[in-house]
């Protein structure tokens, strides 16, 4: 069974930071391209960042570039994502998602406020 665990979020104040990470288990983590992907209240989904295979192959959305840093270790299954000079328009809930794929983790949630 697939499993997507992510974990990190909580409440930060503007200009700070989080540390968001998924573990995965149930398929072969080392052979899917992953996403981080978040949902604002009331809003629809929105793809936040994206990995290769090897790590070697980055993307982000514009609204995140220079802040956020996606990173994995397939000794560990673990999908990280760096958010720093964190906003309030980053406030989401946050979910881990295998390219291609219609399986997500339960999501974390980052609240920036002050």
């Known amino acids: 069974e697939v499993q997507l665990v992510e974990s990190g979020g909580g409440m930060v104040q503007p200009g700070g930071s989080l540390r968001l990470s998924c573990a995965a288990s149930?398929?072969?983590?080392?052979?899917?391209?992953m996403n981080w992907v978040r949902q604002a209240p009331g809003k629809g989904p929105e793809w936040v960042s994206g990995?290769?295979?090897?790590?070697?192959?980055?993307w982000y959305a514009d609204s995140v570039k220079g802040r956020f840093t996606i990173s994995r270790d397939n000794a560990e299954r673990t999908l990280d994502l760096q958010m720093n000079n964190l906003t309030p328009e980053d406030t989401a809930n946050y979910y881990c998602n295998i390219e291609g794929t219609g399986h997500w983790g339960q999501g974390t949630q980052v609240t920036v406020s002050s």
């Open positions: 990995i290769n295979v090897g790590g070697a192959g980055t």
């Open positions: 149930g398929f072969p983590f080392r052979g899917y391209d």
